[in-house]
């Protein structure tokens, strides 16, 4: 099997946006190892699944150690798996906290950490962050300080990353969705939900991996953090 065909590790692939990323590389011909805590083996001879909790640093081995095992490079990696808790700050509890952090911090930083150093020994790569608009623009109907935290973290983080590796041909950027109509949101919230965006309307999963392949595409940006939010960051 040829190398050079291009590889991209995906996290939270079993639904949503990211296993729209995943059907949009595959029909770019991309090969994918796709994780998540429930996924399920593929018919796809192109797509290896690796089930576990990507907030675990031996979950991000295993799924690098099976990207190069079956495919022998790592092109991209989509850090999608996220969670999102929103409250008021003095009702979090000790295990929202944890599991933000574990999810979206301890998440991104393991397999990131793995996969740029296969990249570096590769001497290319590209890795793409799903963050959040909220980051951008806090908005008292929906309190949400630990996506800002943790989703602000790793916007700051592109951007560090981007120049770190910039002679390295190592890129970094994030994608920094509005609301997006996934599995996350039950219907009955998407009128309401709606009407947050200057637009007037959620989000689909094709915009996000729109954005997606137009970053993996796009050679000449880096440390961007490119906001796909129907204008929230923008104002109201």
């Known amino acids: 099997m040829s190398n050079q065909q291009k590889v991209a590790i995906i996290t939270g692939a079993s639904q949503g946006i990211g296993a729209g990323v995943v059907k949009g590389l595959r029909e770019r011909g991309y090969r994918i190892v796709a994780t998540s805590r429930s996924i ?28 190069l095992a079956r495919f022998g ?33 301890a998440g991104f930083f393991h ?9 570096e020994h590769q001497g290319s790569g590209h890795v793409v962050t799903i963050t959040t608009s909220l980051v951008d623009h806090a908005n008292s109907n929906v309190p949400s300080v630990l996506a800002s935290l943790t989703k602000g973290g790793l916007n700051a983080a592109t951007k560090s990353l981007a120049i770190e590796y910039a002679k390295k041909g190592i890129r970094f950027n994030a994608v ?61």
Not at 40 to 67: C, F, Q
Not at 180 to 202: C, Y
Not at 210 to 235: C, K, M, W
């Open 40 to 67: 399920k083996p593929s018919d796809d001879a192109d797509v290896v699944t690796v089930a576990g909790d990507i907030g675990l640093a031996e979950t991000a081995r295993r799924v690098v150690d099976a990207a």
């Open 73 to 105: 490079r790592v092109d991209m990696l989509l850090n999608n798996a996220g969670i999102f808790t929103a409250k008021p700050f003095t009702q979090f509890t000790q295990d929202d906290f944890e599991a933000n952090i574990s999810t979206n911090v």
């Open 111 to 119: 397999i990131t950490q793995a996969v740029v150093a296969q990249m």
């Open 176 to 236: 920094s969705p509005g609301i997006i109509k996934t599995p996350m949101h039950p219907e009955s919230t998407h009128e309401w939900l709606a009407a947050l965006h200057p637009v007037g309307r959620n989000g689909e999963i094709a915009d996000i991996v729109d954005a997606v392949l137009y970053l993996a595409t796009a050679n000449f940006v880096t440390g961007e953090i490119l906001h796909v939010d129907g204008g929230q960051s923008a104002g109201h």
